[in-house]
Nanobody, 124 residues
Framework: QVQLVESGGGLVQAGGSLRLSCVASGGTFSSSAMGWFRQAPGKEREFVAFISWSGGATYDADSVKDRFTISRDNAKNTVYLQMNSLKPEDTAVYFC?????????????????WGQGTQVTVSS
């Protein structure tokens, strides 16, 4: 059974930075693309970024482009999301997830396992 545990969330002022981590266990992490999603209160869960199995390809949502960076360390079974220049509209619960494909996609239904999420709150 695949388990994903996110950490690194918290309260930060606008313009600040946070680094989220997601540790995977119980599966073939190094052969799977990984993604980050977020869900704000009353809104649908939305795509943030994905990274391919090797880390050679990444893709970010337009809303976070040039501010967020996804990366991974396969030796540590960990995927990261570095978030800079945070805005109040980035406030949400952030989830990591395992993609069924090695190359990565932005489609929520392509993700098979999900973590419990970590809260990120950005104050103005």
């Amino acid at each position: 059974q695949v388990q994903l545990v996110e950490s690194g969330g918290g309260l930060v002022q606008a313009g600040g930075s946070l680094r989220l981590s997601c540790v995977a266990s119980g599966g073939t992490f190094s052969s799977s693309a990984m993604g980050w999603f977020r869900q704000a209160p009353g809104k649908e869960r939305e795509f943030v970024a994905f990274i391919s199995w090797s880390g050679g390809a990444t893709y970010d949502a337009d809303s976070v482009k040039d501010r967020f960076t996804i990366s991974r360390d396969n030796a540590k079974n960990t995927v990261y999301l570095q978030m800079n220049s945070l805005k109040p509209e980035d406030t949400a619960v952030y989830f990591c997830a395992v993609n069924r494909y090695p190359w990565g996609t932005a489609k929520k239904s392509d993700y098979t396992y999900w973590g419990q999420g970590t809260q990120v709150t950005v104050s103005s």
